[in-house]
């Protein structure tokens, strides 16, 4: 488990000193093809977006003014800023992630942009530091199949929602049997595939947690759209600098994580076994069943 968290943190951590952003448009390309508008892009700090979504999940967490929104592994804050927007200067929106450098970078960019209602931790999300019912929506993208302990994050989940709270997450699940070369592969596990898990386990996995009305949506996306940023699969570009994730890894054949990752994929068809899905989930109200209206997430309902 230390091995994974310290792959993912190091992956991630060379990401985020790298100068990809919204204004490279293959990092602008990847957003807009996992369901973010160019207005929404527009209306938040650049550096915010790396490329790294497997959807939009402020498109489906139906937030309103007020709330206290968490977003679990929140990297730059692309996601914590666009619903900072959502729930207005009376709401908060919690960025939550366990790599130094994305928590500095999403300051950095949350104090040039002038963001008051946005605050950002560095926590592994199985131990979120936030106080029990205290929450009203919880949001992830594309970071809870990176988690070694998956119930453990539910969990932490349940416990932070308030009674009658929901979870709203894009995230990468499977519908299929990983090819074996890839299901080992460390490169895998970091690039949000290996790591990933089946469709119904994650279902039951928040049921088991104390959610109810578990809904799982394939949104359909093609997995293959990491391909649109030049050179890399959500990682690596020429501007990332000697020593990142892009630089030749120290093992024997030199190969570095994403060189890895692109010779698995070349050979292997993800879309067949693995799926972007769209995931709801309300904690019950306390000693009752939920009356939370519970919005349709459908396909082609949740745009």
Same mark, same amino acid.
């Given at each position: 488990?230390?091995?994974?968290?310290?792959?993912?943190?190091?992956?991630?951590? @060379?990401?985020?000193?790298?100068?990809?952003?919204?204004?490279?448009?293959?990092?602008?390309?990847?957003?807009?093809?996992?369901?973010?508008?160019?207005?929404?892009?527009?209306?938040?700090?650049?550096?915010?977006?790396?490329?790294?979504?497997?959807?939009?999940?402020?498109?489906?967490?139906?937030?309103?003014? !007020?709330?206290?929104?968490?977003?679990?592994?929140?990297?730059?804050g692309l996601d914590v800023f666009l619903?900072?927007?959502?729930? !207005?200067?009376? !709401?908060?929106?919690? !960025?939550?992630?366990?790599?130094?450098?994305?928590?500095?970078?999403?300051?950095? =960019?949350?104090?040039?942009?002038?963001?008051?209602?946005?605050?950002?931790?560095?926590?592994?999300?199985?131990?979120?530091?936030?106080?029990?019912?205290?929450?009203?929506?919880?949001?992830?993208?594309?970071?809870?199949?990176?988690?070694?302990?998956?119930?453990?994050?539910?969990?932490?989940?349940?416990?932070?929602?308030?009674?009658?709270?929901?979870? =709203?997450?894009?995230?990468?699940?499977?519908?299929?049997?990983?090819?074996?070369?890839?299901?080992?592969?460390?490169?895998?596990?970091?690039?949000?595939?290996?790591?990933?898990?089946?469709?119904?386990?994650?279902?039951?996995?928040?049921?088991?947690?104390?959610?109810?009305?578990?809904?799982?949506?394939?949104?359909?996306?093609?997995?293959?759209?990491?391909?649109?940023?030049?050179?890399?699969?959500?990682?690596?570009?020429?501007?990332?600098?000697?020593?990142?994730?892009?630089?030749? =890894?120290?093992?024997?054949?030199?190969?570095?994580?994403? @060189?890895?990752?692109?010779?698995?994929?070349?050979?292997?068809?993800?879309?067949?076994?693995?799926?972007?899905?769209?995931?709801?989930?309300?904690?019950?109200?306390?000693?009752?069943?939920?009356?939370?209206?519970?919005?349709?997430?459908?396909?082609?309902?949740?745009?």
């Open positions: 488990m230390a091995e994974i968290l310290d792959s993912v943190r190091s992956k991630y951590g @060379a990401v985020a000193e790298s100068s990809l952003s919204s204004n490279h448009a293959g990092v602008k390309a990847v957003a807009e093809a996992f369901g973010y508008s160019a207005e929404e892009l527009t209306s938040i700090p650049a550096e915010a977006n790396m490329g790294l979504s497997c959807g939009n999940p402020t498109a489906t967490a139906h937030l309103r003014s !007020g709330e206290v929104v968490v977003d679990l592994g929140s990297g730059g619903a900072a927007k959502m729930v !207005g200067p009376e !709401g908060r929106a919690i !960025g939550i992630d366990m790599t130094p450098a994305m928590i500095e970078r999403a300051r950095a =960019a949350a104090a040039s942009a002038g963001y008051t209602n946005v605050e950002f931790y560095q926590s592994t999300i199985d131990r979120i530091p936030l106080p029990d019912a205290s929450v009203d929506c919880v949001i992830s993208n594309c970071v809870l199949n990176l988690a070694p302990d998956k119930p453990a994050v539910f969990r932490e989940i349940a416990r932070i929602l308030k009674p009658g709270g929901r979870l =709203a997450v894009s995230d990468i699940a499977l519908k299929g049997e990983l090819p074996e070369a890839i299901a080992r592969s460390m490169a895998a596990y970091v690039g949000c595939i290996g790591g990933a898990i089946k469709i119904d386990d994650y279902r039951s996995g928040l049921l088991a947690a104390g959610f109810e009305h578990v809904e799982i949506v394939d949104s359909g996306a093609d997995l293959n759209a990491y391909a649109k940023v030049e050179n890399q699969s959500g990682c690596c570009s020429p501007a990332m600098a000697e020593g990142s994730c892009c630089a030749p =890894a120290a093992d024997a054949d030199s190969a570095t994580l994403h @060189a890895e990752l692109s010779e698995l994929l070349s050979k292997y068809d993800v879309n067949t076994a693995a799926a972007s899905v769209k995931v709801y989930a309300i904690k019950p109200n306390a000693g009752a069943a939920s009356k939370t209206a519970v919005p349709c997430c459908k396909p082609g309902c949740c745009q």
